[in-house]
């Protein structure tokens, strides 16, 4: 079985460069559908939820060369309107395709989408959107059939500012006669990179980063070519490893001011911590405190996705940290296997609340999504002692290089399975190492 050894205690110094964004590239992939040209993005991590995608555009006729970081499609050669059942199950961005084909073909055939199970995931708005363009829709023996000769431009109040809804009903406007106004969209950077995505095809898109988006529909698009944004959560897991382990880092490739919230939150409990331009110093050398309550919200507020690994952290060091979960039902399900390793944690419904202890104890414990598999981590690199860590297939989902990132700096980790990793606790060669922080000054 896959697992990963992660042997504690060990503080964290270097630099790491933080991967393209999951929850960009994604919708980008399904965006591409929509030009019937060739579209070229660059910085996409490797990810199974990125072969995923690749895998769908694939089974739909488009040719899709993945080589390193780029994944090059030419979706002229898109030939089919259905995604199998077993392709839409592994992963919730599945669905995202759905306005996506329609917009290019006129017909959508799909199934229910997979994802992390983090309580009931609805689709009803962006079934919602799609009906206000014009999309008629069928949803008998599990499967949806989407269907429209011609979507119209329209206005779309979204009652809840979700981003896949959002994603969808962008995609789908790109196809439609005339102008959409999405209301209430969200407002996600991940958003905004799919406006210029769809921009550098040449689409009509504003507004995105606001919550009012206008789409001037027309298609087919044009060639393009993207470099999909940082992943702001996979740079919110790195510092929370930090805090945890204790230590220096500096984050590269990131837009400090989408994890102004996390920083703010690690300078509270302790941290020294700076962003500028692109990068983002963390120095934990003390122990850490508790911090005033943190309440998830979608952006800009405090993002969901950081919770649990923030919240893992702040397992260890002083004082008390309440929790309030108000995105997801079921996203505290890392919390049982961290209090294996000794941590103070009660759920309530939507709230947690964290004692902390000085000391965590290394545990055997499992990944219970892609979030709470990063959670274990962050803890299992300030415990004393070795933690095991399965159920890897959710981490693989978002990040494309913990071990090896990890491993640059300093911590005693390694993965066993066929993926060719080490199989024992590793020295850092100098290939790895991660240099040293630049630290400013004024840190
Ligand atoms: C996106 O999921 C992200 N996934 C999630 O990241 C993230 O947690 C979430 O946004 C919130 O920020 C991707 O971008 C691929 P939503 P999404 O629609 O689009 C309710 C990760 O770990 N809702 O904004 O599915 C829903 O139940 C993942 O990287 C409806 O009620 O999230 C939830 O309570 C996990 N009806 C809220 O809205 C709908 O039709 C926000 O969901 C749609 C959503």
């Not at 999405?182 to 980063?209: K, M």
């Amino acid at each position: 079985m896959n697992t990963l050894y992660i042997s504690g205690g060990r503080p964290l110094e270097g630099v790491v460069h933080v991967q393209g964004a999951k929850n960009s590239v994604l919708p980008i992939l399904a965006a591409t559908i929509l030009s019937g040209r060739t579209s070229v993005i660059h910085n996409c991590p490797p990810l199974t939820d990125v072969a995923a995608s690749i895998a769908i555009l694939r089974h739909l006729g488009c040719r899709v060369c993945w080589e390193g970081e780029t994944v090059t499609v030419d979706s002229s050669t898109l030939d089919r309107c259905d995604i199998p059942e077993t392709l839409m199950r592994e992963m919730r961005s599945s669905v995202i395709f759905l306005g996506a084909i329609l917009a290019r073909t006129g017909e959508a055939r799909i199934y229910p989408p997979g994802g992390c199970e983090l309580g009931p995931r609805p689709i009803d708005l962006h079934l919602e959107a799609l009906g206000r363009l014009g999309a008629e829709i069928d949803q008998r023996s599990g499967r949806l059939c989407c269907r429209s000769k011609k979507l119209r431009g329209c206005q779309i109040s979204l009652t809840i500012p979700s981003v896949g809804a959002t994603e969808n009903a962008m995609l789908a406007a790109c196809g439609a006669r005339g102008r959409t106004t999405i209301y209430n969209a969200a407002r996600e950077p991940e958003i905004w990179d799919l406006q210029q995505f769809l921009r550098g095809c040449g689409a009509r898109v504003w507004g995105a980063g606001s919550s009012v988006i206008t789409v001037e529909g027309a298609i087919p698009l044009d060639h393009a070519e993207h470099k999909v944004i940082s992943d702001r959560i996979c740079g919110a897991t790195y510092l929370a490893a930090c805090a945890c382990a204790g230590g220096e880092i500096e984050l590269r490739g990131v837009e400090w001011e989408q994890l102004l919230l996390i920083c703010d939150l690690f300078r509270q409990a302790g941290c020294r911590v700076r962003g500028e331009g692109d990068r983002i110093f963390l120095s934990a050398r003390g122990g850490l405190k508790g911090v005033s309550p943190v309440r998830t919200a979608p952006y800009p507020g405090f993002p969901t996705d950081a919770q649990p690994p923030v919240l893992a952290a702040l397992c260890r060091g002083e004082g008390t940290t309440v929790f309030v979960e108000t995105m997801f039902e079921n996203r505290y399900r890392h919390t049982a296997e961290l209090v294996r390793m000794g941590a103070d944690i009660r759920v309530e419904g939507r709230v947690a609340v964290v004692c902390g202890r000085e000391r965590l104890r290394g545990a055997p414990m499992t990944a219970p999504d892609l979030r709470g598999g990063a959670a274990l981590v962050v803890a299992a690199l300030g415990a004393e002692g070795e933690s095991r860590i399965t159920g890897l297939d959710h981490i693989d989902r978002g990040y494309a290089r913990l071990t090896q990132d990890l491993t640059a700096l300093g911590a005693q980790i390694y993965r066993e399975d066929d993926r060719g990793e080490a199989k024992h606790y590793g020295n850092r060669t100098q290939a790895q190492t991660a240099g040293r922080p630049a630290r400013p000054e004024n840190l």
